[in-house]
């Protein structure tokens, strides 16, 4: 009985053990998830910063329109003025987003929108108020003090529009320009701008130069090339294959003199007394 009584005591005492440890497991499991996912989107955060902080003006201006458009918070961009007595000046420019809180998928269309918009007017090296503008709406004076209007996308966002209504109505393709973004923010972690055609098309500037070259480059190459012979390739230089030498004529076998013919043998003369 005694030994009954000490066994369902250790059992109870397991289980109750179990019990306890049981939160705290699950606690730390959560924990661990909790900071894998924050490591990954700072790196997805710090990637479309790299990406867009020339456009920005700054790496720190990136990091703010990041991070404000993804939380829906008030943007303060920064920018620094050198003065003829060799100081500088800053000027604050506060940007607040209409459209909410947004996914960084999201965060990268509007931007990548945003800089083929001006890029179109001619502004590649813009100003925060010119980003306000490009984002929120607003007019810019260009170089030769004429202003352009701007609907902006992130006001054509909230409206309710597509990204892809929206790039149509700025004269862009959305592909084009995200292409664009993607080949500029690969090529040189952000320091390529993406300048925009004439026909509204977003374009890589270096990498449509580096295009352009090699395509008037093998135009040459196949016109250089283009001959009436039949592979087309008589331009290249080939070492010259000896010709195949005239193999003599093999000298006539004379015929075979002709066997001359066997004497007829006359007819038997009939033997004397016959």
Same mark, same amino acid.
């Given at each position: ?7 369902? $005591?250790?059992?109870? +005492? ?16 959560? !924990? ?6 924050? $490591? ?20 720190? @201006? ?12 008030? /943007? ?11 100081? !500088? !000046? ?30 179109? &007017? ?10 306000? &503008?490009?984002? %929120? ?5 260009? +170089? ?24 149509? +109505? ?24 993406? %300048?925009? &055609? ?15 070259? @090699?395509?008037?480059? @093998? ?7 283009? $001959? ?36 007829? /043998?006359?007819? %038997? ?6």
């Amino acid at each position: 009985m005694k030994t009954r009584q000490l066994t369902l $005591t250790l059992v109870c +005492a397991a289980v109750m053990t179990a019990l306890a440890a049981t939160p705290a497991l699950a606690q730390e499991t959560t !924990t661990s998830g909790s900071g894998t996912t924050s $490591t990954s989107v700072q790196q997805e955060s710090t990637r479309l910063s790299s990406q867009f902080s020339t456009f920005a003006g700054s790496d720190t @201006n990136a990091q703010a329109l990041v991070n404000g458009l993804r939380d829906g918070t008030s /943007i303060t961009l920064a920018q620094v003025t050198q003065n003829a007595d060799g100081t !500088t !000046t800053t000027t604050d420019t506060t940007i607040q987003p209409v459209t909410g809180t947004m996914g960084y998928g999201n965060v990268r269309i509007a931007l990548s929108l945003a800089e083929a918009s001006l890029a179109k &007017a001619g502004i590649t090296d813009p100003t925060p108020a010119e980003i306000a &503008a490009a984002l %929120n709406g607003g007019s810019v004076t260009l +170089a030769d003090g004429t202003t352009v209007d701007l609907a902006g996308v992130l006001a054509a966002r909230a409206s309710g529009e597509g990204w892809g209504q929206i790039a149509n +109505a700025m004269g862009f393709k959305l592909g084009d320009v995200m292409r664009s973004a993607q080949a500029a923010g690969a090529g040189s972690e952000g320091a390529a701008h993406a %300048n925009v &055609a004439a026909n509204g098309h977003a374009e890589v500037g270096a990498d449509a130069v580096h295009g352009s070259a @090699n395509a008037n480059a @093998n135009a040459d190459f196949g016109s250089s090339q283009s $001959t009436d012979h039949p592979t087309g390739l008589s331009g290249l230089s080939h070492a010259a294959v000896p010709e195949i030498p005239v193999v003599p004529t093999r000298p006539q076998i004379p015929d075979r003199p002709q066997i001359p013919e066997r004497p007829q /043998i006359p007819d %038997n003369v009939g033997r004397p007394g016959g």
